[in-house]
């Protein structure tokens, strides 16, 4: 029994740490296909156990399956048949396609379980594009009960051609941290200028002005990339409104060039386009993710298992 992305997609898109349909449906098809079901781990996560009966060597040995369930604040504007049907969200990143892959393995490894040894823990997970669902699952445990010995998991990659899939030894994805920065200036009449401290203006240049950290700040042996995504507040078409915040994200792939450079480089960046008048705002960093590493040990048994 293989599982339709399509239906996920169209039916069932929801926002970090709020999965509880997209966890319960999951559950269902795990239990269809025959695994022990763990739900609300860590929130809306949901585990599934497939334990081998070939015996044998290495017959207590615990490969994690993962895969992320959360969507996107974005309304999908493809004209597809799988058009996302959830106002103003969608699996934007692919994580229905994740959750339908590790659904349709589960399956596919249920009924070879005679030729399996050990446990298969299918573990899926919530608020990934939060970068806060993986630490409450690990607090309930979810790499214990049985001890995991190796974790496998996979991204959807636009640019890889369909069926063929892309493995790689070491650092694959690099690190991210969030910015959001306030601008805080004075409020009045559009047609009074003189008499205002503009935030938008203000926040258009600090947001141009964070283009040129990569290319003057940080190393051209070291890939980076500064994003701002958003600049919000209140709207009003002939006045100057007092604060606007923008967000955004930086991502690298060395350790050298991530929090200290960027972050440093951001504030400064901030603080030289703040009118005297307006007051300071440093940006704030919300958590950050490491890059991600690909196990050397695990990658060859991947590569030689692929087609």
């Given at each position: ?9 169209a039916?069932i898109?929801?926002?970090a ?6 966890a319960?449906l999951?559950?269902e ?10 739900e ?5 996560g ?11 060597e290495?017959?207590q ?15 999908e504007?493809n004209e597809?048949?799988?058009v996302?049907?959830?106002?103003g ?5 692919g994580?229905d ?17 005679d030729?399996?040894?050990g446990t298969?823990k299918f573990?899926?997970?919530p608020?990934?594009e939060q970068a ?5 699952m690990?607090?309930d445990g979810?790499m ?6 190796a974790v ?5 990659w636009?640019p890889?051609?369909?069926g ?5 030894e070491?650092?694959?994805?690099a690190s991210?941290?969030?910015i ?19 935030p ?6 600090i ?9 003057r700040?940080i190393?051209?042996l070291?890939p980076a ?9 209140p ?6 409104r007092s604060?606007?915040t923008?967000c955004?994200?930086?991502?690298s ?5 991530r929090?200290?450079?960027?972050r440093?480089?951001s ?5 030289a386009r ?8 440093s ?9 991600r590493?690909s ?7 991947a ?5």
């Amino acid at each position: 029994m293989a599982h339709d992305d399509d239906d996920l997609k169209a039916d069932i898109a929801e926002l970090a740490h709020q999965e509880q349909l997209t966890a319960a449906l999951v559950a269902e098809q795990l239990r269809q296909s025959g695994l022990a079901v763990t739900e609300e781990v860590g929130g809306t996560g949901v585990v599934g156990l497939l334990a081998g009966t070939a015996g044998g060597e290495g017959t207590q040995r615990t490969l994690l399956v993962r895969a992320d369930m959360d969507a996107l604040p974005i309304t999908e504007a493809n004209e597809v048949e799988y058009v996302s049907r959830a106002a103003g969200k969608m699996h934007a990143c692919g994580h229905d396609g994740h959750v339908a892959i590790a659904l349709t393995l589960a399956d596919l490894l249920m009924h070879r379980r005679d030729q399996l040894r050990g446990t298969v823990k299918f573990v899926f997970q919530p608020a990934e594009e939060q970068a806060s669902g993986a630490a409450p699952m690990l607090a309930d445990g979810v790499m214990r009960d049985p001890d995991v010995d190796a974790v496998i998991g996979l991204h959807l990659w636009s640019p890889t051609h369909v069926g063929n899939v892309a493995i790689q030894e070491g650092p694959f994805f690099a690190s991210a941290d969030a910015i959001t920065l306030t601008v805080r200036g004075r409020g009045g009449h559009g047609a009074m200028p003189h008499q205002t401290v503009d935030p938008i203006a203000v926040a258009a240049q600090i947001v141009t002005a964070a283009q040129t950290l990569v290319s003057r700040e940080i190393s051209p042996l070291q890939p980076a990339v500064v994003t701002f995504g958003s600049i919000h507040g209140p709207c009003a078409r002939t006045a100057t409104r007092s604060a606007r915040t923008c967000c955004g994200a930086s991502a690298s792939w060395r350790r050298a060039s991530r929090a200290p450079c960027v972050r440093r480089s951001s504030t400064r960046c901030a603080r030289a386009r703040r009118p005297a008048s307006t007051m300071p705002r440093s940006p704030t960093w919300c958590g950050g993710r490491r890059r991600r590493r690909s196990d050397r040990s695990i990658c060859p048994a991947a590569t030689s298992a692929s087609p």
